[in-house]
């Protein structure tokens, strides 16, 4: 697969956290985690060749739809760190398709 993939097809963004993605404390806000992990999602299925644009311009309009989130937080980021996010699909059913981040 071509940039930014690997040779295990694991995809990488690097993000960096700005003041806005923190708490008071200047620590990455718990729930801007998820949107990290969404821009990495995005970013796979764009690289792959998958348009969200296409896909909701079509006649019959698709999107995608998160229906479970586990997630289990290592280490606080903190503002101006620089981020790595690796996206890789782990499996696909029926209409469903798994990522792990």
Do not use: C
């Amino acid at each position: 697969m071509p940039e930014p993939f690997d040779e295990f097809g694991q995809h990488w963004l690097k993000l960096r956290v700005y003041y806005e993605d923190t708490d008071f404390t200047g620590m990455g806000y718990h729930a801007n985690y998820l949107r990290f992990f969404e821009r990495g999602r995005s970013d796979f299925l764009r690289d792959a060749g998958v348009s969200h644009t296409a896909l909701l311009d079509r006649p019959d309009p698709a999107a995608f739809t998160l229906t479970r989130v586990e997630v289990d937080y290592k280490q606080a980021a903190k503002v101006d760190d620089l981020l790595t996010i690796r996206t890789r699909s782990i499996g696909i059913k029926g209409v469903r398709m798994f990522f792990q981040q």
